[in-house]
């Protein structure tokens, strides 16, 4: 095996630069695509100012959950500076959390709370207002509510003593641990259906390692020449075990560089959930084992990377990354089922196709070794 | 020594060997010659293992073909005709390239001497630079570097300049003559085969052959 590695490093020595790139394509191009669309839904955000004249916690409360919307982009002002950017229509509208704001959410006083200005050329101010009056609306909620849960206290005469700050952490604690606003309900035979959106750091990168899996993959074209062939019989390592060898030392290659993809990813983009490990070494025993098979069907280079580009790009449509599929995956429910993205999407091993592909790397092993016997 | 006994071959209905027999001695260099299509290249093949004879038994210091192939191959040093380098190597790479995944380890030294001994002295230049003898004779360098005893050249010798030419025959008589290994060459250029070889096989009875070794004083075999 040591002399495959060194044979090995002898041809990668000549085509450094595009192996490299081929390698770390997957990872450094995801990262890429990621920053660039959170950088235009960053600039596509409406953006608003808002003032606080007074700092106390509901309002304080109030202004992060406007920060938190992903569609706005909430710049913390004082009036005058708020007013005059809205004249100079830098920002869209202007929303004021006046002073008094928590004792009135105390008392339950809905009215006149907050105030909002807006330009002639503001075109997100009413559904903006909405927003924050949703938000208003659900404090004074929670407010009425811990008063009503306090006079029952008293009027059971409870040993409890809650006090309103009690009453009203706790229910936003249990708002968040229950997330009610997005739980789905399902029954027990019914699978949850997930949106494999492809525009998602895992579609983009698993997109991406199939690319680069099949174009790290022609060097076998290139080292199956006739020539070079007709001297294996008389070394000791014959012709598909050398293909193998490398195979192999791919096969760690890729899986070192899948680990640090992980790394940086999840450092990266911090939260995000990662692919199991089984789920990921099926995913690039599969890659690894198409572009293998594949490349031997192929004596031409240029065919092969035009079928790697065309193949990718089947996979992007057919996997919905491209335009809405749904209707075709409805109406064909197979295209999703033999599609190998799918499954490492949903989060599961692609069994199905690294046995197949396993199956045919045995039969492919059989008849090289029968033939050259 | 290698023997060959009654050996045929055909390819569907076009019988390309026929009943064809004949021994070498250690240190013999044996001219194959024959006009194109008459089995040279095939003959050639057979007795490098890579084809299989359809009648007959071919046997190399006693040890028979049949059923010892893996051994054989340690012991024969195919130059095919088409040149197996790989062309983006250096001169250097190639060798070290074979020598690791061949049956004798040798250091650099030994395979840059290798290629010295035969006048091939660009080293670490490109093989798509070399010219056309040069990447002849590293065609040949790699197939020596496991120490062949019965080396099989299949026009090993087409194409590349007079001087280049020399330098080869000249570099193969020394291997037969000091290391005593079998060699069998097949050639267009009869100027080649006269001078280079012991003997020479001729293959399909060809009169052109036989009027053009009369004159020589070569041995002369030839098959139907």
Known sequence: ?373 | MLKVKEISKSFGKNNVLNQLSFSTQPGEIIGLVGENGAGKSTLLKILATIEKQDQGCITFDGVPYEGNIKDIRKKIGFVPQDIAIWENFSVEENMVFFEKLGWKNKNKSALRALCLDMKLDKWKEKASTLSGGMKRKLNLAITLIHEPTLLLLDEPTVGIDLKSKKEIGYYLKQLANQEKKTIIYTSHDMDEIIHLCNRVLCIGNDPFYEDILKKSNKQLVTFN
């Open chain 1, 1 to 373: 095996m040591r002399h495959l590695i060194i044979t090995r490093f002898i041809h990668l020595k000549k085509q450094w630069f595009s192996f490299f790139l081929w390698l770390v394509l997957p990872f450094i191009a995801t990262i890429i695509i990621i920053q660039i669309t959170s950088y235009i839904q960053q600039d596509t955000k409406v953006p608003i100012g808002l003032v606080l004249e007074e700092e106390t916690n509901q309002a304080m409360n109030l202004y992060q959950s406007i920060e938190e919307s992903p569609l706005l982009r909430v710049e913390k002002l004082n009036k005058t500076d708020a007013l005059r950017n809205l004249k100079k229509h830098e920002i869209d509208s202007v929303f004021i959390i006046r002073d008094g704001y928590e004792n009135a959410i105390k008392s339950g006083q809905r009215n006149q709370l907050i105030q909002g200005y807006h330009s002639n050329l503001s075109f997100a101010y009413n559904p903006v207002k909405e927003m924050i009056a949703s938000l208003v609306q659900q404090e004074t909620g929670r407010s009425k509510a811990a008063y009503f849960i306090m006079d029952l206290s008293k009027e059971h005469s409870s040993n409890l003593s809650w006090t309103w700050d009690e009453i009203v952490e706790t229910s936003k604690m249990v708002q968040q641990e229950e997330n009610l606003l997005h739980s789905t309900f399902t029954y027990a035979s019914n699978s949850i259906e997930r949106e494999t959106s492809t525009f998602n750091v895992w579609g983009i990168w698993a997109l991406l390692s199939i690319l680069s899996t099949m174009l790290l993959f022609d060097w076998i074209i290139k080292e199956r020449s006739k020539n070079i062939k007709i001297r294996f019989p008389f070394m000791k390592i014959s012709f598909q075990n050398y293909l193998l060898g490398n195979l192999l030392i791919y096969t760690v290659i890729l899986f070192l560089m899948d680990g640090i993809s992980l790394i940086i990813i999840y450092q990266l983009f911090n939260g995000i959930n990662l692919p199991s490990i089984g789920t990921l070494f099926s995913f690039r025993m599969m890659l690894i084992l198409g572009a293998f098979l594949l490349a031997l069907c192929f004596k031409n280079i240029f065919n092969y990377y035009s079928f790697s580009f065309a193949f990718t790009l089947f996979l992007a449509i057919s996997s919905g990354a491209l335009f809405p599929v749904k209707g075709i995956t409805n109406r064909f429910t197979w295209l999703e089922f033999v599609n190998p993205l799918n499954s490492f999407l949903s989060g599961n091993a692609t069994i199905l196709w690294s046995f197949i592909l396993i199956i045919i790397s045995g039969i492919w092993y059989g008849r090289e070794v029968f033939r050259n016997a």
